[in-house]
């Protein structure tokens, strides 16, 4: 038997808390955020014991059934993500995007077998793949706006 060992990122390194009688500092100052379809289900189970994981605390963060990447190009959809990020009060947020179970599994077999559409299947995926790069790039260009108090990494 051969026994493999994977470093832990040192953003997901367990949290360690410092109390004294008048203040609490938290070493590894992280919220953990996930948003996309219902595959991003599997983050609720792998966070599930971890505070840090912003799904339990708020309300607007979290995998939603149906979130279709190709419908990243509405800005209602975008804001639905950025907006808590911005409210964001630790140092790091770690951000996994969980889209395109939808828009493969559901969206385009409804549209070829439902609708009997003939999908023009480049496109359909260059809108999944635009959209979503485009919400990336927006939450890289988060890290350069003074207002925004922390640091985004996207996963």
């Known amino acids: 038997n051969t026994t493999v060992s994977v470093p832990i990122s040192p953003l997901l390194a367990p949290t360690t808390t410092t109390t004294t009688a008048t203040t609490t500092t938290t070493h590894n100052d992280l919220s953990i955020y996930a948003f996309g379809d219902s595959q991003g289900e599997v983050l609720d189970y792998v966070f599930q014991n971890d505070d840090r994981y912003q799904t339990w605390s708020d309300p607007r963060v979290g995998w939603r059934s149906g979130w279709s990447a190709r419908g990243l190009y509405l800005e209602a959809n975008l804001q639905k993500i950025l907006k808590p990020l911005s409210e964001c009060t630790t140092t790091h947020a770690l951000v996994f995007l969980t889209f395109g179970a939808t ?25 999944m793949t635009t959209n979503t790069y485009g919400l990336i790039q927006r939450l890289r ?14 996963w």
């Not at 260009?141 to 996207?154: F, K, L």
């Open 141 to 154: 260009r988060m890290n350069e706006d003074p207002a925004v108090g922390c640091e985004i990494h996207v």
């Open 103 to 127: 828009d493969i599994d559901i969206n385009l077999s409804y549209k070829r077998h439902q609708k009997q559409e003939t999908v023009d299947l480049p496109s359909f995926l260059d809108q």
